[in-house]
């Protein structure tokens, strides 16, 4: 199952990509496939062909995991009526 990301790179903005599993706690790079800027467009500096990229951790300051339907469905919000 893809986990959908944002991921947050030095002096660039955050663009939303897929990841296959989690990264290790040892690896030395962040493995993402179809990145993309939040609002769908291609990320400027990234050709328009690739579709998987690899980062080292030195570049990347963090990545949020964003929760699938199925988890966002288990969460109970509260409101007014």
Same mark, same amino acid.
């Given at each position: 199952? *893809?986990h959908n990301? &944002?991921?947050?790179? =030095?002096?660039?903005?955050?663009?939303? *990509?897929?990841?296959?599993? =989690?990264?290790?706690?040892?690896?030395?790079? =962040?493995? &993402?496939?179809?990145?993309?800027? %939040?609002?769908?467009? *291609? &990320?400027?500096?990234?050709?328009?062909? *690739?579709?998987?990229? /690899? /980062?080292?951790?030195? %570049?990347?300051?963090?990545?949020?995991? =964003?929760?699938?339907? %199925?988890?966002?469905?288990?969460?109970?919000?509260?409101?007014?009526?």
């Amino acid at each position: 199952m *893809a986990h959908n990301v &944002i991921v947050h790179i =030095l002096n660039e903005d955050p663009f939303i *990509a897929e990841m296959e599993e =989690l990264p290790d706690p040892h690896s030395m790079f =962040l493995t &993402i496939t179809n990145p993309r800027r %939040r609002d769908g467009k *291609a &990320i400027q500096y990234v050709d328009r062909e *690739a579709v998987t990229l /690899f /980062f080292p951790w030195t %570049r990347v300051t963090f990545v949020e995991v =964003l929760g699938t339907h %199925r988890t966002r469905d288990d969460v109970v919000e509260f409101f007014r009526d």
